[in-house]
């Protein structure tokens, strides 16, 4: 409890309710760049679907521009996140090739946001684009203070 570590050691404690995680916001920019290096460089396929997925990622989303894709393992029948089965897959060779994929366009885009200029504005703008269409839903739970 929050209070009683406050209690303990002298000090106050403040907690705010809010939404615990909020949705995923993926920056279309970066979407679509990561997409290009992903079949250009990666050997991957790609879709642009989006997901309604609440995870504590979607909570960095709101705050700075981001990209969570989503990606799968060859996996067992049922074998879906947070099972066994699953956990055994994301143990095998396939798993780790198609991880390093990801992250290999991951970091291609990420390099790319840092080495043009060009490029970090537009993903800067579509952000707060994003971010006034955010402001303008009621209670979406976000908060942009800096």
């Known amino acids: ?17 809010n939404h615990a995680y909020l949705d995923l916001r993926q920056n279309p920019v970066l979407a ?3 997409g290009k ?3 250009e460089h990666c050997g991957m396929t790609f879709d642009h679907l989006g997901t309604s997925a609440s995870t504590d990622f979607g909570n960095v989303t709101y705050e700075i521009p981001s990209l969570h894709p989503r990606y799968a393992i060859p996996c067992e029948p049922n074998g879906g996140n947070h099972t066994p089965l699953f ?3 994301a143990q095998t060779k396939e798993a780790h090739i198609a991880t390093m ?9 990420g ?4 080495s043009d200029s060009f490029f970090y504005e537009e993903v800067k703008a579509a952000f707060e684009v994003d971010k006034a269409r955010a402001h303008s839903r009621p209670d979406n739970g976000a908060s942009f203070e800096q």
């Open 32 to 34: 679509r760049d990561y």
């Open 101 to 109: 994929k990801v992250t290999k366009g991951l970091a291609l885009t």
């Open 1 to 17: 409890m929050p209070s009683a570590a406050a209690f303990a050691t002298g000090c106050g404690v403040n907690v705010e309710m």
């Open 111 to 114: 390099f790319r946001v840092l």
């Open 87 to 89: 956990t055994r897959a």
């Open 37 to 39: 290096v992903a079949i």
